[in-house]
C-alpha cells in the first residue's frame, strides 16, 4: 500500500474498518463451526498486579462496599446486603482490542481523520471503540511455537509472512476473509510469573506478516503478547510499524494478551471467536473476554 | 424453597451456580439458532453521565494519552502516536452482570457461604465474576410491555408468574433448561433521557415471577432497568427479595440496564445469547456487552 | 484595566502573581499577629456526598487496606497492621484554591500564555499549583452577611466594591497589600444541609468587588461559596468575569468553598492566614486546609 | 512503656493525641520564632512517577478538562474556559501525615481501640485524619547526615537515642514538649533520581530513639524517608515497632517523605513549623505541604 493509505477502501466516513469483511454468511457460518460445545476463555484474569506498560498506568482496584457494612445501612430492608468493586484502570487492560483512534501515523489515525479534530475530553467523537460492532466469526490459530517446537518464543523474535504461511501448511489451514487471527508465540506463560520479562521485548509477527495478513482479508489480528508486533522491531521502518500498518492503514484491530495455551494445547485451529468490546463512548480501546467456541 | 438453600444443588463447593445448567449440548443447539446472521447488541453505551446508583459511585472516564503530545514524546519513533483512557468506576457500570458473591441473605452469600470470610481487598477469595464461565447459550425475550400494549410500563408496575407465562403463550415460546431469559419492560427508553427517571422506581418481576422462573431452570434473567426486580417491592418479604431468591439461593446471575428495544421492535423472542463478563478476580460483577446472534 | 492585560507586572516570566506582594516583611507582620495561640480551620470535611460540580467530576474514596486483612499478609511482622484509602478526584474538591492556569480568556491564561502551548498529560507546564509558594500572610474577613443583618446571603446577590468598602468601615478595618481577603456571605451553611441549593446559584462579589480588590493589592480572594463570584451575574460583561479579572488578569488565586462560619461567629476580622497547596506538578489547584491563627 | 498502653494518658475518648501537648502558648511562642519572613517548604512535588509502595498503590492524575475544548461548550459564555485534573491516589501519597488510625498492634490502634470496630466504607468512623488539628508549632531539624559527616546516610543505618541527643548537643538545640521533631537523613536526595533505591531499605531511628522522643514529649516526627524508621530493623522487636511506638502507644503522627534538604543546607534547626492536613473523614492520612517559617 502506498502512502495513499485513506480515505478507506469503505469511504471516508467508514468507522467500522475491517469488520466490513464479517457478511451475514460468515457469522452464520461461524456459528456452524461449533461441534463439541466446549468454550475456551482466552482472556487473563484481571488482578492485583498485572502488568501494565506506564504508557496506561497502573491496574487498580479495591472492595468497596461490603455486605457487613452495607446490612447496617439506615433503612436496610429483608437483611439484604451488597458488596461492590471500584476499579481505577486504563481502557487498555489486560487482554484487551484496540480501537480504530488508537495509533496515529504522525497526526492521522484510520480513515486518514485528523486525531486532534475528534480529541475530547472524553476519548475521540470518531472511531471509538463504542462503534466497534460486536465480533462473531471464524477464527484461526497460527501456532508460531508450535511450528518451531518451543514452548515460548525468543525476546524479539520476529515471525515473517512466510512462517505464518507454514503454520497454515502444517495445520492444513486455510485463512479466509473476515477472520480472526490468533497468533501463539507461548508468551502468555510469562503473565504473573515474570512479569519484568513480560513487558520486555517480545516476539511477535513482523511488517511482512502484516503486509500479507491485511491482504488476505483478516478481520482481526490478535496475539499472547503485549504487543502482537515483534518489539523491538529490526524491520528498519522502525516501531509500531504493525499496528500503524494493521490499525492505522487497513482498519484490523489489534487483540493483545490473549490466553492461548489452552487452545494450543488442545491443538485446536479453527472455531467460532466471539469477541465484546465494552461501548465506551470515545475509547481507544477494551478490556475484553474473547473466546473460541468449538 | 425452605430456608435451607444451602448448600447449592451442585455441592457446597459450587460457585458456577445455574450457568451448570448450560451443557455442551445446550451450546450446540444455541449456536444453531443462528440462521440470519443478524447481531443485536444489548448493551447500552458508557458515556459521562450515563445513571449510576450511589451505591456504586459515578461512571468517570477521560482522555488520558493524545496522540499529538505522545508524538513530542522522548525517543519517539516511526511518527506513531497514541492515545488511550483511564476510567474511574464500579463493576456494577451500566449494561452489566452480577456474580455470585454480590448480594447475602444476612451474612451468607450463594452456597452459604459467609461473606466476611471470603471477603479481601481486592474482592472476595470466592465466587468472584472470574469464576462465572463465558455464556454462551439461548436466550429467550419475554416482552411484557408488548403483552400489556405499552410502551413502557409503568414505574413500580409488578410481574408475575403469571404474567410471565401468558408472554410465553402469546409468543408460542417456551422456557427450557438453562436459557437466559430476557424481561423487556421499556424502561431503557429513560436511559439518559431522563436519568432521574431511570433511577427511580421501577417495573420488574416480583417474588412470584423469580420463584418461576428458578423453578423451570432459568440460567439468566435479566431486564432493561438498574434492578430487574420491581421497586418498590408491594410483596411484604421486601426489598431485595428477587435478588436474594435468584442470585443468592438458586445461583441465577441478574444482568441489569440491557438495551432491548431493538429486539422488541423486531419481534424477536428466541436467540443465542452470548455474555463474556471480564474476568476481575474476587469482583461482584462486570460491565458487558451481551449480544442476541439470529 | 485594558485589554493589554499581559504581561504581568512583575514580567512575562512570572508564575507567582499577586503572591508577589507578600514580603518578608509582611510574612514577619502576619507572624506577629498571633497573640491568643486559636487556630480557625477554614476548610470542610471531605466526606461522601460534598458538592461536586459536574465540570470536576465525583468525589470518590474507600477504604482500601484494612488491619486485619493486613495482619494475614505472608512474612507479617510484629503483629503490626496497616490501613489506608484511596481517592478518586479532581483537584478542585471540597476547600480548594485555584492555580493561575485554571480559567482563561480565549485562549490565554495568566501572563497571556496560551493554554494549549502549555497542556500536557499532567496538567500544564507552566502555571501549575506546584508553582503556588506557601500562602502566609495577613488575613481579613469581610462579613458581608453581618452587614446586611442576615445568617445567609440571597442566592444570586450581588456584593459591590461599596459594600466591601462598608464592610471594612464598620470593622475599622483597612484592606493593605499583600492581604488575604475573606468574604463571608453564610453560604457554608448549605453545605452537606442542601448540596443542591449549595451548587445553585449563589450571592457573591461581583466586578467592581474584584477591580478595587486588586487595585487595593489583594493577594488572595476567597469565599464560603463555590464560586466566590455571584453566579448568574448580572454584570453585562458576564459569567466568570471576576475570575478573569482577579485569576487571568492579575494573578490573584482564589479560594472557594472555605469554612468561615466559626470565624464570623467570633468576630475575628484580623488574623495571620496559612494556606499550604500541595505541589501537584501541572495542577490547576489544590484541596486545602486554610487557617486563620489569632 | 509497658503493654498497658490504653487507655491514653488524654482519656479514652482522646482522639487528639500528642498534639494535646500544642498548647495556646506554644502556638503564640512559635509565631514568635519568625523573624526573617523565610519560608521553607518541605514537600516534595507530586508528579508522574513519583515513588509509591505497593501497599498504596501508584499516584496518578492526568489532565481533564482544557481551555480549549471548555470552550467549545454549549451555552458557554465571556470567552472564559477552564481546565482541571483529576487524581486517583492513596491518602499517603507524596509527603504525607499518618493519622491515629494507621497502624495497629494486633487489632489496636491508637488509644486501645479495636480496629475492625470503627471500619466502614469511608475509612474509619474514629481516629481519622481530620480529626488530626491544624500543626502549629515549634519545630527542629535534628541533622544526622551533618552529625556523621554524610550527604546521605547509608540505607538500613540506624539512628539511636545517643545519637539524635548527640545532634542536639552539636547544634546547641533542646527539644522541648510539643515540638515537631524533623530527622534528616538527605535519603531524599534518591526521591526521583533512584526511585528504586528510595522505596528500598532506609536509614532511620530505631526503637531507643522513638522512646526517647517520646518521653521528651514530641508532638511529631518526621523525616525524608519513606518510613521515618530504620526498615530493616536489627531490633529484635521487629518492622514498624517505631511507628506502634509513636503513633500507636503514644498519638505521635508520623511525616514521611519529607524534603529537608534546604533546611540543612541554610544549617536552620528551629523554626515555626506549620502542616495543615486535609481533612478526609475517616482518612488514615493525608499529602501535605508542611512549612518551617524563620
Redo the contacts between chains.
Keep these: 500500500m502506498s502512502e495513499n493509505w485513506y480515505p478507506s477502501k469503505w469511504g471516508s466516513e467508514d468507522e467500522v474498518g475491517a469488520l466490513n469483511l464479517i ?6 457460518e461461524a ?2 463451526l ?6 475456551y ?1 482466552l ?7 498485572i502488568p501494565s506498560p ?5 491496574f ?10 452495607d ?1 447496617k445501612s439506615p433503612g436496610k ?16 487492560t ?1 487482554t484487551h482490542i484496540d480501537s480504530l ?7 492521522r ?1 484510520y480513515n486518514g481523520v485528523v ?2 479534530e475528534i ?6 467523537t470518531k472511531l471509538g471503540i ?1 462503534k466497534t ?2 465480533i ?1 466469526t471464524r477464527g484461526i490459530l497460527l501456532d508460531v511455537a508450535l511450528n518451531k517446537g518451543v514452548p515460548i518464543l525468543e525476546p524479539g523474535y520476529s515471525v515473517s509472512s512466510e512462517e505464518l504461511k507454514d503454520c497454515l501448511r502444517t495445520g492444513n489451514l486455510k485463512l479466509e476473509e473476515g477472520d480472526a487471527v490468533l497468533v501463539h508465540t507461548g508468551w502468555a506463560r510469562h503473565w504473573m510469573t515474570d512479569n519484568e520479562k513480560f513487558l520486555g521485548p517480545v516476539p511477535g509477527i513482523d511488517l511482512s506478516a502484516a503486509e500479507w495478513l491485511a491482504d488476505q482479508g483478516a478481520a482481526i489480528v490478535g496475539a499472547d503478547t503485549w504487543n502482537v508486533e515483534v518489539d523491538p522491531s529490526v524491520d528498519l ?5 504493525v ?2 500498518h494493521l490499525l492505522t492503514k487497513n482498519g484490523i484491530r489489534l487483540i493483545e494478551n490473549l490466553s492461548l495455551e489452552e487452545l494450543a494445547r488442545d491443538r485446536v485451529s479453527e472455531f ?1 471467536f ?12 477494551s ?5 473460541a ?1 468449538t
Design positions: 457478511s451475514t454468511s460468515k457469522i452464520i456459528a456452524h461449533v461441534s463439541k460445545g466446549k468454550i476463555n482472556a487473563q484474569i484481571l488482578e492485583d498486579g506506564p504508557f496506561h498506568g497502573q487498580l482496584y479495591f472492595t468497596f462496599r461490603r455486605h457487613a457494612l446490612l430492608q429483608n437483611n439484604a446486603g451488597g458488596m461492590n468493586i471500584r476499579l481505577e484502570m486504563a481502557d487498555h489486560g483512534n488508537h495509533v496515529s501515523i504522525g497526526e489515525v486525531a486532534e480529541m475530547g475530553t472524553f476519548g475521540t463504542e460492532p460486536p462473531f521502518r522502525g516501531a509500531d510499524a499496528h500503524q467460532l466471539v469477541c465484546l468490546p465494552l461501548r465506551l463512548k470515545g475509547g481507544s480501546g478490556p475484553i473476554t474473547p473466546i467456541v
